[in-house]
């Protein structure tokens, strides 16, 4: 009797039929993130309330640099390394470093603290939480 061999699998192939542990790690990260994040909600929201109430329109040096200030202070109570960078005629550049807890790949975020509105606004456009949003724009709930 002749035996035949079977057909050699081909690596994708095999890739498909075998869990992708990697996926399923990245998973179950994101769900313990969503967890820790939705257990401090109140925390995080009462947090932005506090920085959009601190009306720091983009060409009012002095209150950019007021939210900056805290800004910082926050970031260095978790444990991150605070440098300004000063600008003459708008609020500072902040940055600030933490140290890597592994060999993982590093992650910058970027952005800008200004609220960009007059200051006086929130007398007209308050800060609110309607609909699962937070902010003080016009919309309709």
């Known amino acids: 009797m002749k035996r035949t061999a079977k057909p050699a699998v081909s690596s994708t192939e095999?890739?498909?039929?075998?869990?992708?542990?990697?996926?399923?790690?990245?998973?179950g990260k994101l769900t313990q993130l969503i967890r820790y994040l939705e257990g401090r909600q109140s925390a995080i929201i009462e947090s932005v309330r506090h920085m959009v109430e601190l009306e720091s329109p983009s060409h009012h040096k002095k209150s950019v640099d007021l939210l900056g200030e805290r800004l910082a202070s926050a970031f260095s109570g978790r444990g991150g390394r605070v440098q300004f960078h000063p600008a003459a005629r708008f609020g500072a550049h902040l940055q600030v470093y933490f140290a890597a807890e592994s060999r993982q790949r590093a992650?910058?975020?970027?952005?800008?603290?200004?609220?960009?509105?007059?200051?006086?606004?929130?007398?007209?456009?308050?800060?609110?939480?309607?609909?699962?949003?937070?902010?003080?724009?016009?919309?309709s709930t």
């Open 14 to 27: 095999a890739r498909r039929k075998r869990p992708n542990s990697v996926l399923e790690n990245a998973e």
């Open 107 to 139: 992650v910058l975020l970027l952005g800008h603290f200004d609220t960009v509105w007059e200051v006086g606004t929130l007398r007209t456009m308050p800060f609110r939480e309607a609909d699962g949003r937070l902010g003080v724009l016009a919309y």
